[in-house]
């Protein structure tokens, strides 16, 4: 298996964490019955519940332009030495990411999103 491959499997992993504790937070703000309807008309989750729900919902979105990514390089066979070390730091990235979110650090936040980034138009680059 190409490495990249196995970064996607590891970025779904942390992405799956994300989910959970991004649950345990809303469970703690509106408790577990609340979790089990329709969960319409509940308050905007607050402190580090509502950060590690806006953490989550930022790794989907960015869970879905890395999977894209890593497997056009993957079925084209065009990964390299630059595929992976964006892999790389997109995993690592978003890693600390969803800490330094978690944490409420503001500005390192957005540099930690930065190299994520970063890490991404690595990859697509070597597409062209």
């Not at 345990?24 to 308050?43: C, D, H, I, K, W």
């Not at 990235?93 to 991404?120: D, E, F, H, K, Q």
């Amino acid at each position: 298996m190409k490495p990249e491959l196995m970064l996607l499997a590891w970025a779904v992993v942390l992405t799956l964490a994300q989910m959970l504790v991004a649950a345990t937070g809303a469970a703690s703000q509106y408790g577990v019955m609340a979790l089990f309807g329709n969960r319409e008309g509940l308050p905007v989750l607050t402190g580090w519940a509502g950060r590690a729900d806006r953490a989550h919902h930022n790794m989907l979105e960015n869970l879905v332009l890395f999977a894209a990514l890593v497997l056009i390089c993957a079925v084209t066979n065009k990964t390299n030495a630059t595929t992976l070390l964006g892999a790389q730091l997109f995993i690592w990235a978003r890693l600390a990411y969803a800490v330094i979110y978690l944490a409420g650090i503001p500005y390192l936040r957005t540099a930690t999103w930065l190299v994520s980034v970063i890490g991404l138009i690595m990859i697509f680059l070597q597409l062209l």
